[in-house]
C-alpha cells in the first residue's frame, strides 16, 4: 500500500486527490491521509506565480513532515485579474518520495463582477462567494463553479483534471527525469 498525504484538511481536495490517483493508477492500493500544510502565499493567492508556488509549498511542507509517504500533493486555488475580471484557476503539484515533481493546471472560468467586487475588498474567493449567493462554507462543498454551472461541474471536478496532469511524470516516468 502506497502511502499519499493530501496538504490540505478540505474534503473536497482529499476527493479530488483520491479519485485522481485511482483513476490513473487502478491497480494500485493507496492510503490517503491529510495534513494541513500552510501554503506560504496570501489565503486568496493572485497570478499563476503565486498560486504555483502554493501547491508546491504544501506538498513540500508535506514531505519535511512525512519522509516515508510515497507522494504528496498541494492543490491551491487562484486567480488572475485581466483588466476589471478575476479568472479563477488552480495549481496541483505531487511531489514523490524520491523527488520527481509532477504538475497541473487547471482550466479556468471569469467570476461575476459582484463577487470581483468582493474580491477588490481584500475577501477570499470562497467567503465573496457565501457573501453573493448566500451560502456557508462554498469551498468545502461544491465551490463558486457548482453554484455558477448548476452543479454542472463541482470543484471536485473543476480540480480533478489538473490533478491527472499533475500525475502524468509518474504514469510515463520513462519520458520524465530528475
Known sequence: MKKVIVGSDNPVK???????????????????????????????????????????????????????????????????????????FAWMCVLSRDG????GKSGSFMLPNRVGTLIEEGQELGHATDVVFNETNSKHKGGTISILTNEAITRKDFYREAMIFALIPFIKPELYSL
Not at 520527481?100 to 504538475?103: F, I, N, P, Q
Open 14 to 88: 482529499l476527493q479530488t486527490v483520491k479519485e485522481a490517483f485511482s483513476a490513473v493508477f487502478p491497480d494500485e492500493v493507496f492510503q490517503f491521509e491529510t495534513f494541513s500544510a500552510p501554503s506560504g502565499v496570501p489565503d486568496q493567492p493572485i497570478g499563476s506565480d503565486e498560486t504555483k508556488t502554493g501547491a508546491e509549498n504544501r506538498a513540500s511542507i508535506c514531505k519535511s513532515q512525512f519522509p516515508n509517504a510515497d507522494f504528496c500533493v498541494g492543490l491551491e486555488g487562484g486567480l488572475e485579474k485581466n483588466g476589471d475580471e478575476y479568472w479563477v
Open 100 to 103: 520527481v515533481k509532477g504538475y
